[in-house]
């Protein structure tokens, strides 16, 4: 079982910067591949960023990517994701997700395990 708890969501006016954090449990958190997702009201939830097990190549979705940058400390369980330059349209809950089976990087079904998430509000 892996359990992730989110933190650093918040209010920032447009063009301002949020990092968020994600801690997890677990001995092999070194194996997992971890993604951050985000779903806004009355939208499904969509792919952020991903990392893999070595923190290298991350992949980022086309509407973040040159503005977010995703990271993992696997010594202290955490992937983080720094968020710069937002806009009104990040506006989401946003969920840090764990891969722990072979599965697509960039969908949700790719994920076995959740956080709760955590809001981030961009205010115009």
Known sequence: QVQLVESGGGLV???GSLR?????SGRTFSTYIMGWFRQAPGKER???????????????ADSVKG??????????????LQMNSLKP????VYYC??????GTQVTPTGYNYWGQGTQVTVSS
């Open 89 to 92: 349209e990040d506006t989401a």
């Open 20 to 24: 968020l954090s994600c801690a997890a």
């Open 67 to 80: 503005r977010f940058t995703i990271s993992r400390d696997n010594a202290k369980n955490t992937v983080a």
């Open 13 to 15: 006016t447009a063009g």
């Open 46 to 60: 969509e792919f952020v960023a991903a990392i893999n097990r070595n923190g290298r190549s991350p992949l980022y």
């Open 97 to 102: 997700a764990a891969q722990t089976a072979w």
